[in-house]
């Protein structure tokens, strides 16, 4: 088991530009979502899907999109990057929306926009 | 709705030195209860948890007891090492959004 994992690793972008940033996770959980990690802000949920073809938003979603069209993939694409976006992004999966079981973390996006 | 308030750090200690870590919850019914930690330049991993009321996780010599009477959830280590420097996420209920999570420093 591979568990969850991101690319790229780190990504410098310029204002206005877009790019996708790519999770995958082969446990087959139904559960996955996405969060930024900023210095004193905690972990912030921008989307999540609880199965194949089911996103809703999170905390902080403006600005980016999702999909889910298999239960392995869960793609962040950010439309037209803003310097506010610089952050640390980290995908995550469980297996259900039920909260008994734990996360799982991927490594995280380190993403700069000048 | 239901929450979680952690302990703020930063906090910095000597190796061998004792660590408590605060956590209360507000929740509507007895929810399982985390807590994560990240070690520097990666993602959050479980440390460990409690599914019940009385319930004692245990892993890495970390230990947190589930406490109905109290809605507490502190985590406890006798003796930290270096290698337990690190930030420590008390898990919100549903894992919906983290705080800041408190940072631990240890020297040596």
């Known amino acids: 088991n591979a568990g969850v994992t991101q690319t790229p690793k780190f990504q410098v972008l310029k204002t206005g530009q877009s790019m996708t940033l790519q999770c995958a996770q082969d446990?087959?959980?139904?559960?996955m979502s996405w969060y930024r990690q900023d210095p004193g802000m905690g972990l912030r949920l921008i989307h999540y899907?609880?199965?194949?073809?089911?996103?809703d938003q999170g905390e902080v979603p403006n600005g980016y999109n999702v999909s889910r069209s298999t239960t392995e993939d869960f793609p962040l694409r950010l439309l037209s990057a803003a310097p506010s976006q610089t952050s640390v992004y980290f995908c995550?999966?469980?297996?259900?929306?039920?909260?008994?079981?734990?996360?799982?973390f991927g490594p995280g996006t380190r993403l700069t926009v000048l | 709705g239901d929450s979680v308030t952690q302990m703020e750090g930063p906090v910095t200690l000597s190796e061998e030195a004792f660590l408590t870590i605060n956590c209360t919850y507000t929740?509507?019914?007895?929810?399982?209860l985390f807590w994560y930690v990240q070690y520097p330049g990666e993602g959050l991993q479980l440390l460990l948890k409690a599914t019940k009321a009385d319930d004692k996780g245990s892993n890495k010599g970390f230990e947190a007891t589930y406490r109905k009477e109290t809605t507490s959830f502190h985590l406890e280590k006798g003796s930290v090492q270096v290698s337990d420097s690190a930030v420590y996420f008390c898990?919100?209920?549903?894992?919906?959004?983290f705080g800041a999570g408190t940072t631990v420093t240890v020297r040596a």
């Open positions: 898990a919100p209920l549903g894992g919906i959004s």
């Open positions: 995550a999966s469980r297996p259900e929306l039920i909260v008994v079981h734990e996360q799982f």
């Open positions: 899907s609880v199965g194949a073809g089911i996103t």
């Open positions: 446990m087959n959980h139904e559960y």
């Open positions: 929740a509507t019914g007895y929810p399982s």
